[in-house]
């Protein structure tokens, strides 16, 4: 179940499902310590009217999930046509403290006045543990704590004339024959049992007597803390200063933060302005404050699967942060060059992924293959993070910056890839390829590696270190010189995938690999211009492409995540965004553009693009993925400021 709506201030995201029901609910990092990371463990609403009662999530309702324009506040409306009952939310987290914030909007759409009662549910797993949570009602606060160790939350909801929840209940939830607290509420009234421990969950109810064809409003919030007085701190701020104080402040705050992109944006043709400004605020939703971007948010993928994708890849944080440097945005940049900088190895390389606190993230990769020994690690994830700050360094010019980071990541990283070379073939020693899969010398990250030496012996130029500039432009021009000779395959007219090292033999993997293409044309590893480019194209077009549908798969024959054995492969959007930046680079504008019209009509109505979507047009995988935004926009980008069409 993708997450259509995500809400975030660095410290504290939470994920909307397609209910408009909390589902992900991280604090106090992105992507870290998810307090509702179970399948059934999203937060209820609940309406009773009339004695019928409905759950938002009991199929009786229809749910549109968007956002408002240019901010990162959510709009969900939620109808009953046969309870004759509509609600509206505006969601947000507040952009200066750690809190839930949803204004709601209670429609009576029946012809006569009737008493409606909205009851919010709220469950928590705190510190990723099922057992030993507490929840309390507060008479003082007219609010409700569920906390346990270093972590607090107080719910509380108010009328829009300041009147509190007029009932409450807390208990047991899943465990000794209790389905939950929440079951309380379907009657109507709820119980007022005031504690319980272990497992538990809490509701709030609202009563609303509203007019026929009429409304009111509430206010509901979870405030965080580290402590029971932080999070009391913050629910006491709320209920002062009120709700939409807070949510004109935060909005006030997204419509500052967007500037840079939305002067981008007119450049644009009217139809992919919105879905810009809204990739821009989806990927700057995934980042910590701290520096960590998030992958993705959605934890789906820990109902079928070992984990989730809420990890800090360096090599997904650097695609993330590239279009954000092009825009002219700093802060961000510099937040995520000191992360890596952080939990840089001391032999100069980045790890295959990280938790957003630096931890090392979970990982299937060992230090040991083929009876040798070598880092688990993806070389290209190092190298994109050094090629990204020659980046940012072009755009900004910041000699300070490149000082304090020469001696201290800059070098270490050059160095290391420097000496990471086979001296056999004259490439980089085998590592993951970027798809996590194989251990290999690839072509993608040959490429990478050969761009972020050039840009290395760049920077070393900048500080006159002659000597680091001639050692590492020397190792990266004796890289693409071996590259040339030994990685395309003329028999198939397409890159090599890689190859492996035996000692014995070298023994090559001609896989179709988009990645392979991509890389070499991106990082400059070959001509755009030249005969193996330009075979390798017509190649993957012809042997990837799936029919009329530009959609591109990872690899020939790729099997992650296909409904069945003998489907075809899923197309994933960053794959087939590559495809519209070549494109769009050899002057081709009008197929990138065709494929930015396909990725729109693909994405969700909140404008969501998941990892992959299904040969029958159904987004799968985790939704959203920022890297998928992220060359949404880097395509964007590419389509006003490469060259003119030349081809139609």
């Known amino acids: 179940m993708a997450?259509?709506?995500?809400?975030?201030?660095?410290?504290?995201?939470?994920?909307?499902?397609?209910?408009?029901?909390?589902?992900?609910?991280?604090?106090?990092?992105?992507?870290?310590?998810?307090?509702?990371?179970?399948?059934?463990?999203?937060?209820?609403?609940?309406?009773?009217?009339?004695?019928?009662?409905?759950?938002?999530?009991?199929?009786?309702?229809?749910?549109?999930?968007?956002?408002?324009?240019?901010?990162?506040?959510?709009?969900?409306?939620?109808?009953?046509?046969?309870?004759?009952?509509?609600?509206?939310?505006?969601?947000?987290?507040?952009?200066?403290?750690?809190?839930?914030?949803?204004?709601?909007?209670?429609?009576?759409?029946?012809?006569?006045?009737?008493?409606?009662?909205?009851?919010?549910?709220?469950?928590?797993?705190?510190?990723?543990?099922?057992?030993?949570?507490?929840?309390?009602?507060?008479?003082?606060?007219?609010?409700?704590?569920?906390?346990?160790?270093?972590?607090?939350?107080?719910?509380?909801?108010?009328?829009?004339?300041?009147?509190?929840?007029?009932?409450?209940?807390?208990?047991?939830?899943?465990?000794?024959?209790?389905?939950?607290?929440?079951?309380?509420?379907?009657?109507?009234?709820?119980s007022g049992n005031t504690v319980e421990h272990g497992r538990v969950d809490s509701v709030l109810g609202l009563t609303f007597h509203v007019a026929s064809h009429s409304s009111e409003r509430g206010y509901y919030w979870v405030a965080a803390g580290k402590s029971h007085r932080e999070a009391r701190q913050i629910h006491k701020r709320l209920d002062t200063e009120g709700l939409l104080h807070h949510l004109l402040q935060t909005t006030t705050y997204w419509r500052h933060w967007i500037r840079p992109a939305l002067e981008f944006s007119s450049k644009l043709d009217p139809e992919y302005r919105s879905h810009f400004i809204r990739s821009v605020l989806l990927v700057k939703a995934h980042m910590d404050k701290r520096g960590a971007v998030i992958a993705s948010t959605d934890t789906t993928m820990l109902n079928y699967s070992r984990d989730s994708y809420a990890y800090c890849w360096p090599r997904d944080g650097a695609y993330v942060m590239w279009p954000l440097i092009r825009l002219g945005y700093r802060d961000e940049p510099l937040h995520f060059f000191a992360f890596c900088r952080r939990v840089l190895n001391e032999r100069g390389y980045l790890m295959h992924k990280y938790q957003a606190d630096g931890a090392l993230g979970s990982s299937w990769h060992p230090y040991t293959h083929q009876g040798h020994?070598?880092?688990?690690?993806?070389?290209?994830?190092?190298?994109?993070?050094?090629?990204?700050?020659?980046?940012?360094?072009?755009?900004?010019?910041?000699?300070?910056?490149?000082?304090?980071?020469?001696?201290?990541?800059?070098?270490?990283?050059?160095?290391?890839?420097?000496?990471?070379?086979?001296?056999?073939?004259?490439?980089?020693?085998?590592?993951?390829d970027l798809w996590e899969e194989i251990f290999a010398t690839t072509t993608y990250t040959t490429a990478v590696v050969y761009a972020a030496l050039i840009?290395?012996?760049?920077?070393?130029?900048?500080?006159?270190?002659?000597?680091?500039?001639?050692?590492?432009?020397?190792?990266?021009?004796?890289i693409q010189t071996a590259a040339r000779e030994k990685l395309f395959n003329s028999e198939t007219g397409y890159f090599y995938k890689g190859y492996t090292n035996t000692g014995n033999e070298i023994v090559r993997d001609s896989t179709l690999d988009t990645s392979s293409f991509f890389g070499a044309f991106m990082f400059g590893l070959f001509d755009v211009e030249s005969e193996s480019m330009q075979r390798a194209y017509k190649t993957m077009l012809q042997m990837l492409s799936q029919s009329s549908d530009p959609g591109l798969p990872r690899y020939a024959g790729d099997?992650?995540?296909?409904?069945?054995?003998?489907?075809?492969?899923?197309?994933?959007?960053?794959?087939?965004?590559?495809h519209a930046q070549y494109a769009i680079e050899t002057g081709n504008k009008k197929l990138g553009q065709s494929i930015l019209d396909w990725s729109v009509h693909h994405m969700r109505t909140s404008g969501v693009l998941s990892e992959q979507l299904t040969p029958d047009g159904y987004q799968t995988s985790v939704a959203p993925l920022a890297w998928s935004h992220a060359e949404f926009l880097s395509t964007l980008l590419d389509l006003v400021y490469e060259s003119p069409d030349r081809n139609g």
């Open 373 to 432: 020994d070598s880092p688990p690690i993806q070389e290209d994830e190092t190298a994109i993070v050094l090629f990204l700050f020659g980046q940012y360094y072009q755009q900004h010019a910041d000699e300070k910056l490149l000082r304090e980071y020469y001696p201290t990541m800059i070098a270490p990283m050059a160095n290391f890839m420097c000496g990471y070379v086979d001296d056999t073939t004259g490439l980089p020693l085998p590592s993951y």
């Open 559 to 578: 099997q992650y995540h296909i409904t069945s054995r003998d489907a075809r492969s899923n197309a994933w959007f960053i794959t087939t965004f590559w």
């Open 3 to 190: 997450r259509p709506i995500i809400l975030s201030n660095g410290e504290m995201h939470v994920g909307l499902n397609i209910y408009g029901l909390v589902h992900d609910f991280y604090y106090p990092y992105v992507g870290q310590e998810n307090h509702t990371a179970a399948k059934q463990l999203r937060h209820h609403v609940g309406v009773w009217v009339d004695g019928q009662f409905s759950w938002l999530d009991d199929g009786n309702w229809t749910v549109d999930c968007s956002y408002h324009d240019d901010v990162l506040v959510g709009h969900t409306m939620a109808t009953h046509e046969g309870l004759q009952v509509r609600l509206e939310f505006d969601d947000c987290v507040d952009s200066t403290q750690a809190a839930l914030l949803r204004n709601i909007h209670v429609m009576n759409l029946a012809g006569n006045e009737r008493e409606i009662r909205l009851f919010m549910h709220q469950v928590f797993v705190i510190g990723n543990g099922y057992d030993s949570d507490t929840v309390q009602y507060l008479p003082d606060e007219h609010a409700i704590l569920h906390y346990k160790g270093h972590r607090a939350f107080i719910a509380s909801a108010r009328h829009a004339d300041g009147r509190p929840a007029d009932q409450f209940s807390v208990g047991l939830f899943g465990i000794e024959g209790h389905d939950g607290t929440y079951r309380d509420a379907e009657d109507g009234s709820l």
């Open 455 to 478: 840009e290395a012996a760049d920077l070393a130029d900048k500080l006159g270190e002659a000597d680091d500039a001639v050692r590492w432009r020397t190792a990266a021009e004796d």
